[in-house]
Structure formats: structure tokens, C-alpha cells
């Protein structure tokens, strides 16, 4: 019956997301709410000042020092900046449980013997951990509106909201890529070695990218989605709409891609 | 008579660290319907690899499996409501209650027959509100067959059904077999255990290496049936003593024991062993492979069987 994965999905994945959740709602809070005003704001943009580039390129700062300075270039660096790190490692374990949890505990057996076309149970449980993302970057939302309630600082909702919805093609490309890795290697272990590498791979290109403006890596830089990412950009100009239909793209490719491959390999252990 | 299962040259070769590894070799099976048909083989023979091939879990390298006049392949979802299956090795949700995966595969199935579940879950003592973690191998045997009939399929697929099921079970299990075939329905069920097969199968196919090498009825093959017997004396007795009693053979003097192999009935034996002082009786069921040979004969001595036996288990 179509939904029951879905639903199967968000009930049994409910438990981690609300953990994650309260995290980043936490996170989120304690990010804002540490800053009482704008002046301890500029004393801590003078102690980056004072950092090596190279190092502030790695946290995820750009050459825009003085944006920094602001209330909303502070949210986009102290919070945007780590929390996508931090989610793609719920990605991924998401990504995993989509098809090779249960095919690595022997369960995909029992499932691949009702009525119940392959595909469906990527785009049913994908869709269920789409839902589930989506959950926890609201929380964090919530979080950071709660924390700047507290602290003196003055960001507009609006953008903040935006800046929390921008995570989301991110988490949901790591997470497709994940599924579509999965869906090709049958070892659980080496999927989630390649998953693991696939985001600290796109994420050093991005910086070495960042670092040498004008170079061969920066063009390099082009193809790791951190590039899309631009947690500062949305902070500055809003949703770069165009990233994000082009990172959404890519994550129904590769759902594609998952769905083809599975559908084509032996299963199980 | 229809055909439940057909394979025609079902093949299956797996790649193992560079080298091929042909785990079943064209198979061709008939599988009738309304018969309780078992698949023996030793550990590695294939029965498992031939399951999951009917069940589209793996696919075959040449060769194909109708089931239910539907191609195992091609039509699996269609062919999946029809099915009841119970794997080799259940593994389920940890956390989730007997209940609850009950209720999750019935949706899926999208039919959940409540009263009939329960009629189940009563006959095989299960209690479904616990968690599946905290059940003991037996439980989730149990659970497993609540899963595979639960929708009344017309076919069941089990893979070493009995498993961990303790001896009063095994008789309820038989009796819901029998339930099933009575019903007309169809069962598929692989073990290496003659007994279990002996109890409730109507024909037996026996898998060895990924090939096939025979078919029959077990009532045909029982007639070829023998045990091993050893009889322990107090002191040595000459091998003359049983050699020319009725349906003893392959007699062998072990210090103070004759080890020989007997069809039929005990008594003539019995009579001629009267006399000697008998310190033990030990009888032991052949294998099935040496019930084969007994019964193919093909010129085989049952020591051959034993070698050859000793052979696949290599």
C-alpha cells in the first residue's frame, strides 16, 4: 500500500530527529543569545581580524570582513557556517538508512518479498528523511529567533528563515548521494566510507577554491556543492534560487540514479 | 497437475575475489501444486541461493523461474501478493513489538486479517506485545511464520523452517503445513533435517554442489530405508553372529562392537544376538544422501555414500 514506508519512515526516524533538533533548536540559541550587543559583536569580528585568511576561509568566513561585523554576517558565519557540517553527518546516516541499513541487517529480505516495487522504497523513505530534515532546520530556526529575542542583536525573520531553508539542498544532496553510493556498493562500511569522503572532499575543494580566488581551484571549487551553499550570500541577498534549483536537479538525478541501480543488483548480505 | 514453481537451466554464479564461484547450476524443478515439496541439501548446496532467486532478491546469471505462472523476474510484485515467505535467517525491526511488524507488513500486503493473526499467534503461543529483541530464536521463528501465512498465499517459501522451534511446535508446524496443503495450497520448504522432511513432505528434491541430483516421493524413499545400528558386547563376537541375519549388511568389528546396517525389523536380529551379553544399543538414522544412494543404488556402497557424503560437507 503506498505511504506505509513513509509513514514506517518518519515514526521509527522521529526519535533522532527530535534529538538533532533540540541540538540545533539549542545551538541555535546559544549562538545569538551569547551576544549581548553589537559592541561585543565588534570585539569579536576585531579577534577574527586577527586570524590567519587561510583559517577563516576553512570556518567558513569570507573576505567580507566588515559584513561580519553585522548582526546577520554573524548568524550566516557563528551558526550557517558549522551547523551544515554538523547535518551532514545526520545526512548521511540518513542516506544509509534509506537502503543499506536494512539490507545490512538482513531485513531487506523480508521487505523485497512483500508486493512492493524496489524503487518505491528509496522514493517513499527519501521523501520520509526529506520531511525529517526539514524538521530539525525549522527547530534550528526556531532557536536562532529565540536566541536574538534574548540577545540585543537585530536580524530580520524573514531572512533568517531563508538562511535555515538553504541548508536544505545541501542536506538533501549529501543524503541523495548517499542513497545513490548505497544503492551501488552492497557493503554498508564501504558506502559510508565513500559518503563520508564525498563531503570532506567538497568541503576542502571549496576552501582551497576560497583561498586562491582567480586559480584553476577556484574553477575546481565549482563542483563541490559547499560552493552552492553560500551561507553568507543568503544572509546578504536571500535564496539563490538558481543554486538551489540546480542542487535540487541534482539530487533527483541521483534519487534516479539510486532507484536504477538498485533496481538492477542482487540484494542482501 | 499445474506447476507452481518451474525453473528451466536456472543458473547462478557469484564472483568471489576474482574467481567464479557457480553456487546453483542449471536447475530444473517442478514444483506441483497442493504438494508439501522439500528441498535437502547440505549446508552451501544452493537451497538458499535457489529461494532467493524465486523470490527476484537476487537474479539469476542464465536461465529463468516461473512462479504461479509468473515470471519470477518480471512480474515479483504482482507475484508477491501470492507469496508467503519465511528466510533462512529472520532478521526483523529490534524495536519494534511482534505486533507492530504485523501490522507494518499487513499494510504493505495491504490486507490484514486480524482474527486469522490471532488464531496464529495462539496456536504457535506468541506473544506479540513484546519487543523483537527481547524474543528468543524459537519467538522469532514463531513470528516469522505469523508473517508468511498471514496473508494465506498460495505459495509458501520457507528456508529451514523449523529452526530453533522446540519439539511441540515442530508438531503444531506440521499440522499447519498440512493445513495449507489441504487447503490446496502449495509448500516450499528447504532443510537438511530428513526427519522434519520425512514428517510432512510429499516429495523431496535433494540439491548437492548447485545441482540437482534427484527428485522423488518420500514414501518411495522410505521404502529404501535403513538404520545404522551398533551393538556393544560385553567381549568380542565374531562378525559371523549377525552377518546372515535378514536385511543386515556392511557389518564391521570395532574391539567389542558390530556396527552394521539394517532394513527392516529388529527382531530376527534380536534372535540372533540372543546368548550374548548386549551392554548398549545404538541406532542412528542414515543421511540422506545415503538414503539416496541406498536407493539409486547406481552400484554404491553406502561406505562410498559415507565418503561421498563426507565429501560435500568438505
Given at each position: 500500500?503506498?505511504?506505509?514506508?513513509?509513514?514506517?519512515t518518519?515514526?521509527s526516524g522521529?526519535?533522532a530527529?527530535?534529538i538533532w533538533?533540540?541540538?540545533?533548536?539549542?545551538?541555535?540559541?546559544?549562538?545569538?543569545?551569547?551576544?549581548?550587543?553589537?559592541?561585543?559583536?565588534?570585539?569579536?569580528?576585531?579577534?577574527?581580524?586577527?586570524?590567519?585568511?587561510?583559517?577563516?576561509?576553512?570556518?567558513?568566513?569570507?573576505?567580507?570582513?566588515?559584513?561580519?561585523?553585522?548582526?546577520?554576517?554573524?548568524?550566516?558565519?557563528?551558526?550557517?557556517?558549522?551547523?551544515?557540517l554538523m547535518l551532514a553527518v545526520y545526512a548521511v546516516v540518513s542516506g544509509l538508512n534509506v537502503t543499506s541499513t536494512e539490507e545490512d541487517q538482513g531485513i531487506m529480505d523480508v521487505l523485497l518479498?512483500?508486493?512492493?516495487?524496489r524503487?518505491?522504497i528509496i522514493?517513499?523513505k527519501f521523501?520520509a528523511y526529506?520531511?525529517l530534515s526539514?524538521?530539525?532546520?525549522?527547530?534550528?530556526?526556531?532557536?536562532?529567533?529565540?536566541?536574538?529575542?534574548?540577545?540585543?542583536?537585530?536580524?530580520?525573520?524573514?531572512?533568517?528563515?531563508?538562511?535555515?531553508?538553504?541548508?536544505?539542498?545541501s542536506m538533501l544532496l549529501i543524503m541523495a548521494a548517499t542513497v545513490f553510493i548505497a544503492a551501488v556498493v552492497r557493503n554498508r562500511g564501504t558506502a559510508t566510507a565513500i559518503a563520508a569522503a564525498f563531503v570532506i572532499v567538497s568541503y576542502f575543494l571549496?576552501?582551497?577554491?576560497?583561498?586562491?580566488?582567480?586559480?584553476?581551484?577556484?574553477?575546481?571549487?565549482?563542483?563541490?556543492f559547499?560552493?552552492?551553499?553560500?551561507?553568507?550570500?543568503?544572509?546578504?541577498?536571500?535564496?539563490?534560487?538558481?543554486?538551489?534549483?540546480?542542487?535540487?536537479?541534482?539530487v533527483?538525478?541521483l534519487v534516479?540514479g539510486a532507484m536504477w541501480a538498485f533496481q538492477r543488483r542482487d540484494v542482501g548480505i | 497437475?499445474?506447476?507452481?514453481?518451474?525453473?528451466?537451466?536456472?543458473?547462478?554464479?557469484y564472483k568471489m575475489r576474482g574467481k567464479?564461484v557457480?553456487a546453483?547450476?542449471?536447475?530444473?524443478?517442478?514444483?506441483?501444486?497442493?504438494?508439501?515439496?522439500?528441498?535437502?541439501?547440505?549446508?552451501?548446496?544452493?537451497?538458499t541461493t535457489?529461494?532467493r532467486?524465486?523470490?527476484?532478491i537476487i537474479r539469476?546469471?542464465?536461465?529463468?523461474?516461473?512462479?504461479?505462472?509468473?515470471?519470477?523476474?518480471?512480474?515479483?510484485?504482482?507475484?508477491?501478493?501470492?507469496?508467503?515467505?519465511?528466510p533462512g535467517e529472520l532478521n526483523l525491526w529490534r524495536g519494534?513489538?511482534?505486533?507492530?511488524?504485523?501490522?507494518?507488513?499487513?499494510?504493505?500486503?495491504?490486507?490484514?486479517?486480524?482474527?486469522?493473526?490471532?488464531?496464529?499467534?495462539?496456536?504457535?503461543?506468541?506473544?506479540?506485545?513484546?519487543?523483537v529483541k527481547?524474543?528468543?530464536?524459537?519467538?522469532?521463528?514463531?513470528?516469522?511464520?505469523?508473517?508468511?501465512?498471514?496473508?494465506?498465499?498460495?505459495?509458501?517459501?520457507?528456508?529451514?523452517?523449523?529452526?530453533?522451534?522446540?519439539?511441540?511446535?515442530?508438531?503444531?508446524?506440521?499440522?499447519?503445513?498440512?493445513?495449507?496443503?489441504?487447503?490446496?495450497?502449495?509448500?516450499?520448504?528447504?532443510?537438511?533435517?530428513?526427519?522434519?522432511?520425512?514428517?510432512?513432505?510429499?516429495?523431496?528434491?535433494?540439491?548437492?554442489?548447485?545441482?540437482?541430483?534427484?527428485?522423488?516421493?518420500?514414501?518411495?524413499?522410505?521404502?529404501?530405508?535403513?538404520?545404522?545400528?551398533?551393538?556393544?558386547?560385553?567381549?568380542?563376537?565374531?562378525?559371523?553372529?549377525?552377518?546372515?541375519?535378514?536385511?543386515?549388511?556392511?557389518?564391521?568389528?570395532?574391539?567389542?562392537?558390530?556396527?552394521?546396517?539394517?532394513?527392516?525389523?529388529?527382531?530376527?536380529?534380536?534372535?540372533?544376538?540372543?546368548?550374548?551379553?548386549?551392554?548398549?544399543?545404538?541406532?542412528?538414522?542414515?543421511?540422506?544422501?545415503?538414503?539416496?544412494?541406498?536407493?539409486?543404488?547406481?552400484?554404491?556402497?553406502?561406505?562410498?555414500?559415507?565418503?561421498?557424503?563426507?565429501?560435500?560437507?568438505?
Amino acid at each position: 500500500m503506498s505511504g506505509v514506508i513513509f509513514g514506517h519512515t518518519i515514526k521509527s526516524g522521529l526519535r533522532a530527529t527530535i534529538i538533532w533538533g533540540i541540538g540545533l533548536l539549542l545551538y541555535g540559541f546559544y549562538a545569538t543569545a551569547i551576544i549581548p550587543d553589537v559592541d561585543a559583536l565588534q570585539q569579536y569580528t576585531n579577534l577574527m581580524e586577527t586570524m590567519p585568511p587561510a583559517l577563516l576561509q576553512v570556518f567558513g568566513v569570507g573576505e567580507d570582513m566588515a559584513f561580519m561585523s553585522t548582526p546577520a554576517g554573524f548568524v550566516s558565519f557563528g551558526f550557517f557556517g558549522y551547523i551544515i557540517l554538523m547535518l551532514a553527518v545526520y545526512a548521511v546516516v540518513s542516506g544509509l538508512n534509506v537502503t543499506s541499513t536494512e539490507e545490512d541487517q538482513g531485513i531487506m529480505d523480508v521487505l523485497l518479498s512483500l508486493p512492493l516495487p524496489r524503487w518505491r522504497i528509496i522514493v517513499e523513505k527519501f521523501a520520509a528523511y526529506t520531511i525529517l530534515s526539514l524538521v530539525i532546520v525549522l527547530l534550528g530556526f526556531a532557536g536562532l529567533v529565540a536566541g536574538l529575542e534574548m540577545s540585543a542583536l537585530e536580524v530580520e525573520v524573514g531572512r533568517l528563515l531563508e538562511g535555515s531553508l538553504n541548508i536544505l539542498p545541501s542536506m538533501l544532496l549529501i543524503m541523495a548521494a548517499t542513497v545513490f553510493i548505497a544503492a551501488v556498493v552492497r557493503n554498508r562500511g564501504t558506502a559510508t566510507a565513500i559518503a563520508a569522503a564525498f563531503v570532506i572532499v567538497s568541503y576542502f575543494l571549496n576552501v582551497i577554491g576560497g583561498m586562491a580566488s582567480g586559480s584553476i581551484a577556484a574553477q575546481i571549487a565549482r563542483l563541490s556543492f559547499f560552493y552552492y551553499y553560500d551561507n553568507t550570500g543568503v544572509m546578504q541577498n536571500g535564496l539563490a534560487m538558481l543554486n538551489v534549483i540546480g542542487m535540487l536537479a541534482v539530487v533527483a538525478l541521483l534519487v534516479a540514479g539510486a532507484m536504477w541501480a538498485f533496481q538492477r543488483r542482487d540484494v542482501g548480505i | 497437475m499445474t506447476s507452481v514453481i518451474k525453473t528451466e537451466n536456472l543458473t547462478k554464479v557469484y564472483k568471489m575475489r576474482g574467481k567464479e564461484v557457480r553456487a546453483l547450476d542449471s536447475l530444473n524443478l517442478d514444483v506441483q501444486q497442493g504438494e508439501i515439496f522439500g528441498y535437502l541439501g547440505p549446508n552451501g548446496a544452493g537451497k538458499t541461493t535457489t529461494i532467493r532467486l524465486l523470490l527476484d532478491i537476487i537474479r539469476p546469471t542464465t536461465g529463468r523461474a516461473t512462479v504461479l505462472d509468473m515470471d519470477a523476474q518480471s512480474s515479483s510484485v504482482e507475484l508477491h501478493h501470492h507469496l508467503g515467505f519465511l528466510p533462512g535467517e529472520l532478521n526483523l525491526w529490534r524495536g519494534m513489538t511482534g505486533e507492530e511488524v504485523i501490522e507494518y507488513i499487513g499494510r504493505i500486503r495491504g490486507k490484514l486479517d486480524k482474527a486469522y493473526v490471532r488464531r496464529l499467534t495462539e496456536q504457535l503461543e506468541l506473544d506479540t506485545r513484546l519487543r523483537v529483541k527481547t524474543y528468543s530464536s524459537g519467538n522469532k521463528r514463531k513470528l516469522g511464520l505469523v508473517l508468511a501465512l498471514m496473508n494465506r498465499p498460495q505459495l509458501l517459501i520457507l528456508d529451514e523452517p523449523t529452526g530453533g522451534l522446540d519439539p511441540l511446535m515442530q508438531q503444531i508446524f506440521n499440522h499447519l503445513m498440512r493445513e495449507v496443503r489441504d487447503e490446496g495450497r502449495t509448500v516450499f520448504l528447504s532443510s537438511h533435517v530428513l526427519s522434519e522432511v520425512q514428517a510432512i513432505c510429499d516429495r523431496v528434491g535433494i540439491l548437492r554442489a548447485g545441482q540437482l541430483k534427484a527428485v522423488e516421493r518420500v514414501d518411495t524413499l522410505m521404502k529404501a530405508k535403513f538404520r545404522w545400528v551398533t551393538l556393544r558386547f560385553h567381549e568380542a563376537v565374531p562378525m559371523a553372529v549377525v552377518e546372515n541375519v535378514p536385511g543386515v549388511s556392511e557389518v564391521a568389528v570395532h574391539s567389542d562392537s558390530l556396527r552394521f546396517q539394517l532394513s527392516g525389523d529388529f527382531d530376527p536380529l534380536l534372535r540372533a544376538v540372543n546368548g550374548y551379553y548386549v551392554a548398549d544399543i545404538r541406532v542412528e538414522d542414515p543421511s540422506l544422501e545415503e538414503i539416496f544412494l541406498a536407493f539409486y543404488g547406481n552400484g554404491q556402497t553406502v561406505q562410498q555414500a559415507s565418503g561421498l557424503k563426507e565429501q560435500v560437507a568438505s
